[in-house]
């Protein structure tokens, strides 16, 4: 991200501004991560981590869980927040904050290196690729092609709202958008869709809009460098 997007990021954990901070494990990600089948010592990264009890869930399942996050307040509340008593050391041009079978990365993502992480088995995003401004997300999945191995597979959930007018075959299927970012190096999956009709908070008089919760599965392609 540019430095302007570090500090809105930064500055929205400053103010309390974290609404996106989910109250419980993903719905999605414990009723379809199974499906993945992984040993439960599998190493899974976690890009823009934020707090997410889904680290915690992760963990419990056998993992070994390393996140990265931008934001020092958001690596403290995690652990506070959780009761975990994390051990901190500097790692190149990151704080390293670990308990048990978590780790985060506190610093920039894109300033991650494939030493960094070490290895990884699978890469787990919710919210990481929808957060970014649109202009970033394309860097953002270059980035992450050089930092994990090309064995890695993603668990990779989006939001993404709805064309009603759309009725051809990109209506519940595989978004034109994780189509151009992904489909060059991986075989992408559309595992599981809910199309939901939502009321926006801030606009509560309007009618209420369709948004798509998607589940994808992302294999490297046989050959891809």
């Known amino acids: 991200m540019t430095g302007r997007d570090n500090e809105l990021w930064l500055q929205s954990w400053r103010d309390h ?45 056998g993992h070994d869980v390393i996140g990265v996050e931008l934001s020092p ?10 009761r ?28 991650l290196t494939l030493e960094d992480l070490g290895r990884i ?9 929808t957060a970014l401004p649109e202009d970033i997300r394309k860097h953002y999945v270059s ?37 151009a970012l992904y489909a060059d190096d991986f075989e992408v999956h559309l595992s599981h869709v809910e199309s939901i009709f939502e009321v926006d908070p801030e606009t509560p008089n309007q009618p209420a809009e369709r948004t798509e919760y998607k589940v994808y599965r992302l294999a490297a392609k046989t050959g891809s460098e």
């Open 17 to 61: 501004r974290t609404d996106f901070h989910q109250q419980s494990p993903n719905q999605l990600l414990t009723r379809f991560w199974p499906s993945l089948e992984l040993v439960p010592e599998s190493r899974v990264f976690v890009p823009l981590c934020g707090k997410s009890l889904d680290m915690i869930w992760l963990a419990k399942q």
């Open 73 to 82: 307040i958001a690596v403290r509340a995690f652990f506070r927040e959780n």
């Open 84 to 111: 975990l008593l994390p051990t901190r050391r500097q790692l190149g041009k990151f704080t390293l904050w670990q308990h048990d079978r978590i780790s985060i990365l506190c610093g920039d993502y894109f300033s």
């Open 121 to 129: 088995d699978t890469v787990y995003d919710r919210a990481a690729l």
């Open 143 to 179: 980035h992450l092609r050089k930092i994990v191995p090309v064995t890695a597979t993603v668990f990779l959930l989006t939001t993404e709202d709805a064309d009603e007018t759309d009725t051809d075959s990109q209506a519940f299927g595989v978004s034109e958008e994780v189509t």
